[in-house]
């Protein structure tokens, strides 16, 4: 019974439904609900999730403060190593952040997933190709997710394989725990810090595994239209063939009026699930973009040999976003090129006019960071250019 329950985690089950019941299964050990079918999480998720909301604000933010502010000291280095770990972890919870506070329109949005899901029929063309189009989603979802737990993992776990005493990071203490490496200020340092990590790795996992997977629904949607409009003609023809009456333009174009009719149907449906994830995701991917800015600018002024496992944390987060937005834009390209590729010199006047109705709305389908930059390589590039420019900068005026 429990292989089987792990193996619904595997390649073999690709389908939305069960990537979505995966999700919210981790989803529901962070206190957060997503799919209305279930029941909600267990009451010890949620003390656990307000403890937890407690110790992060005290370790985080408070103790942050207090290291960079409540201390007489001038340590650059040390403030910056303390600034980057900070912003990797508000990086760590936004999306869950976000979530919780638009936790009714997230439950809606999935849902709407979920029925859009099922409104394709289980032994079509569409849904095949679509299927084999998710299979790769969520591939790009596990990877994802392994990633970024194995780096927290190997970043929490590193304090024990050193020699002497060592917190997780050694320049981060505690608002009224020092000196931090004297029992019992050093065990309790420890606990929280490691507590509060090992939360805000797995909710930036499972979040981040959540947007693949239904932003990757997308682009598998409007991968699989593609493939229906290039085989809207070729598919009418048979028809016509099983219908014994090869030669009846009539009803070849009946048969393309009704595809036609249904693959609208789903491209409108596909651009209302990406504004409803829009507005669930789009304030906080630009919040994620101002912690990267800060984080990296912070881990390049102390030095690599003091981030060498913070900064790809924080890069592997916002180069997924980018490259998930990215993979949705060259999908709705493949549909424009679709639409106009379907042989629709063919079809009947009423046909040719449906057809240039949808490639007049056929525009490119963006996720946008708060309206201010689109998810893509571009932008990507324009950020860390950014970045490296306001570090020169700052670095020439400190030394």
């Known amino acids: 019974m429990m292989w089987e329950k792990l193996r619904r985690y595997g390649l073999e089950h690709c389908d939305m439904a069960t990537m979505i019941d995966n999700v919210a299964t981790l989803l529901r050990l962070l206190a957060m609900k997503i799919d209305g079918e279930r029941q909600g999480p267990h ?15 005290y370790v985080f933010v408070v103790s942050v403060f207090w290291m960079i502010f409540g201390r007489e000291t001038e340590d650059i280095i040390a403030d910056a190593v303390v600034i980057e770990m900070a912003m990797s972890a508000y990086m760590s919870s936004i999306k869950l952040i976000c979530l919780h506070f638009n936790s009714k329109l997230a439950r809606k949005t999935i849902a709407a997933y979920l029925s859009c ?4 029929w289980r032994d079509s063309s569409m849904y095949r190709n679509r299927l084999k189009n998710m299979r790769l989603v969520k591939l ?47 065990e309790v340092t420890l606990f929280f810090e490691s507590f509060c990590i090992s939360y805000g790795v797995l909710a930036c996992a499972t979040t981040m595994a959540l947007l693949i997977i239904i932003v990757g629904f997308l682009e598998a949607q409007m991968l699989a239209l593609s493939d229906e409009m290039l085989l809207l003609w070729d598919g009418a023809q048979l028809y016509a063939i099983a219908k014994d009456e090869p030669n ?3 009803l ?19 651009l209302s699930l990406l504004r409803s994830t829009g507005s669930i995701f789009s304030n906080c991917i630009i919040v994620e973009f101002l912690f990267l800015g800060i984080g990296l600018i912070a ?40 639409v106009y590729d379907c042989k629709w010199e063919e079809f009947d006047v009423t046909n040719k006019r449906t057809v240039l109705m949808i490639l007049q709305n056929s525009k490119t389908m963006v996720l946008s960071a708060g309206g201010i930059a689109e998810l893509r390589y571009a932008s990507l590039m324009s950020v860390y250019k950014m970045i490296y420019s306001a570090y020169m900068a700052l670095r020439s005026t400190i030394y």
Not at 309 to 322: E, K, N, S, V
Request: glycine share 6%.
């Open 252 to 270: 070849k174009n009946k048969y393309v009026k009704h595809r036609l009719e249904s693959i609208i149907q789903t491209h409108a449906a596909t």
């Open 299 to 338: 881990g390049l002024f102390c030095g690599l040999e003091n981030t060498y496992l913070q900064l790809p944390y924080a890069f592997t987060q916002i180069t997924m976003d980018c490259y998930t937005g990215q993979r949705l834009i060259e999908a709705s390209h493949k549909f424009q090129d679709s």
């Open 43 to 57: 009451v010890v998720s949620v003390v656990l999730a307000l403890i937890i909301m407690v110790l992060y604000f």
């Open 117 to 120: 899901d099922k409104r394709v």
């Open 140 to 186: 790009r979802a596990i990877v994802m997710w392994i990633t970024i737990v194995v780096n927290g993992s190997v970043y929490l776990i590193r304090p024990y394989f050193r020699s002497g005493r060592h917190l997780v990071d050694d320049g981060h203490g505690l608002y009224g725990l020092e000196p931090r490496f004297e029992t019992p200020n050093y």
């Open 248 to 250: 009846n333009e009539e």
